[in-house]
């Protein structure tokens, strides 16, 4: 009964916490890492805290998981749960902190992590929109070495459809481990951020481990002068850096505004 309820609560909480919201309660509860590494064996505490002024005491903490993305969220542990054998909840209200220990991680332990606060006196007919998520954090149990991505911005394809306005740019980041990656794309120094279209996850190779995963920006041919330099960088966290120098950059192209009338 309480976890059917729990359950429609929570997707209820994700469609109006990832979806919409984004800038607003989301920020209530805070995952500041997004990505951890670990070796297989090892543990591992993940944080969570409050956003300023909000007392955690006045909520009901939880720890949540997800395999993959698009996949359901599962609860793990909540405040003042009994610690299992793999997870331990550890609530220190003084601080504004929860956390969640994970012991002798496995390969089976590489799933985002979700810390939510709940209003207390939940019941199943009251609003959902009292429960709030964090971010994520996204632990790796790393089974291969580190590699970072090679980067490479494909030929503009549909340069040759005259009739086209736009232009697809396609960048392919490739041969990275682990998936702890983000893709943006610059014309100058400036952030594109219209346009754009990232694959949600990264797929993997499931003999080398490596991953791959793209980005789509549409152009109008009006604005792929030879002046516009358009970059494509791909941000890895290798485990203690964030790395940001894998990039490939392209120039307009001469003309080809002229193809349009
Ligand atoms: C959470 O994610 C959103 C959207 O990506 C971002 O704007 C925001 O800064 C993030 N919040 C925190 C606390 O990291
Ligand atoms: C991560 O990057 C830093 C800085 O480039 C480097 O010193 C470190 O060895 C790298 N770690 C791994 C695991 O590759």
């Not at 903490?61 to 996949?71: F, L």
């Amino acid at each position: 009964m309480f976890r059917s309820c729990l359950f429609k609560i929570i997707l209820i909480c994700l469609s109006t916490v990832f979806i919409p919201l984004g800038q607003t309660s989301a920020h209530i509860v805070l995952q500041s890492t997004r990505f951890m590494s670990v070796l297989p064996g090892d543990e591992v505490t993940l944080d969570c805290s409050m956003a300023a002024g909000v007392r955690m005491s006045s909520y009901i903490m939880y720890w949540y998981k997800q395999d993959h993305y698009g996949e359901p969220i599962q609860l793990i542990i909540k405040e003042n749960d009994k610690p299992t054998q793999n997870y331990e909840a550890i609530l220190n209200t003084n601080d504004n902190r929860f956390s969640l220990k994970v012991s002798k991680v496995t390969a089976q332990d590489s799933v985002t992590y979700y810390c939510a606060a709940g209003h207390m006196h939940v019941y199943c007919d009251s609003s959902a929109s009292q429960a709030y998520f964090g971010n994520g954090t996204k632990l790796t149990v790393l089974e291969r070495d580190v590699k970072e991505p090679e980067v490479e911005i494909l030929k503009p394809s549909g340069i040759e459809t005259r009739c086209k306005k736009t232009i697809t740019l396609v960048c392919v980041a490739e041969k990275f481990y682990p998936d702890h990656v983000s893709i943006t794309w610059t014309l100058g120094d400036k952030e594109i951020k219209e346009n754009v279209a990232t694959d949600p996850y990264a797929t993997q190779d499931k003999t080398t481990k490596l991953f791959s995963m793209t980005s789509r920006l549409k152009v109008s041919k009006k604005e792929f002068k030879p002046k516009n330099k358009y970059r494509c960088t791909v941000n890895f966290y290798n485990g203690t850096h964030d790395i940001s120098d894998n990039t490939d950059e392209i120039n307009g192209i001469e003309g080809i505004s002229l193809d349009i009338n």
